[in-house]
Structures are given as C-alpha cells and as structure tokens.
C-alpha cells in the first residue's frame, strides 16, 4: 500500500498494473508478569500492521504449578488498532506456592486471524514462588 511499482518498457506502449493485498488481525500475549501474590500485568498485541482487530476477550489464568487451575479472569472485550499494543492490570484472589501464568488474547475465538496460533503465553517454565 502507498508504494509505487516501475516499470520499463518501450515508448508508445500501454502498461497496465493491478495487485492485491489480503491480510487479517493477528493477537499475540506480548508480555504476561506477575506484579504481586494478587495481581499480573498483562500486554497484548495487534501484530498485523493493517487491519484491526474486532472486540476479544483476554483470559488469564494463574495456575499452580502442581497442576490445577487457582484462577481465571475474563478480560473486557476489547478491541486493537492495527500493529496496537495495551496493558493491562489484572487482580485476582491472593495466591501462595510455586504459582505461573497462562494467557490467550482472543479466548473465544471471535477474530479470524493470520495466525491462530501464537495467542498462547504459557509460563509454565518458569514457575515461581
């Protein structure tokens, strides 16, 4: 888009150019963090330089390392501007032990995208006390 194509031919000769551009959304956790025993910072991204992104829900969830799941909260849908980053505070009931997070930008799966599949932040790695 907003780029120009040369072309190099014969004077007097007709050229004629046309293209198309097809793209979608694509959501991504950027960044997930927990801030407190109660509280995470979330950041998630619009990677598609072109289209926006129709309302979603984020879902975070903090589990525990040994397995279950200790709490889920639903974020507001919301919607991203194309290539658009936002942060988010999250607050839930006050943890203890070796807890990490799970996140996925668009959990219900309400945006057609590029690529569904990078909406996952899994910290299950890097289990923390």
């Given at each position: ?41 979330i950041e998630v991204q619009n990677l598609d330089a072109w289209v926006d992104a129709n309302p ?52 219900g799966g309400s945006v057609k995208e590029r690529n569904e599949t990078n909406n996952l932040w ?8």
């Amino acid at each position: 888009p907003n780029q120009a194509v040369q072309v190099i031919g014969k004077p007097g000769n007709g050229y004629q150019c046309s293209s198309n551009f097809l793209t979608s959304p694509d959501l991504t956790v950027k960044k997930a963090q927990l801030a407190t025993w109660s509280s995470a910072t979330i950041e998630v991204q619009n990677l598609d330089a072109w289209v926006d992104a129709n309302p979603s829900v984020t879902r975070v969830e903090v589990m525990s390392c040994s397995g279950p799941t200790l709490a889920t909260v639903d974020l507001a849908p919301t919607s991203f501007a194309k290539g658009q980053t936002k942060s988010f505070s999250v607050e839930f009931p006050q943890q203890s032990g070796k807890i990490y997070l799970r996140v996925r930008a668009d959990q219900g799966g309400s945006v057609k995208e590029r690529n569904e599949t990078n909406n996952l932040w899994d910290d299950m790695d890097t289990c923390i006390h």
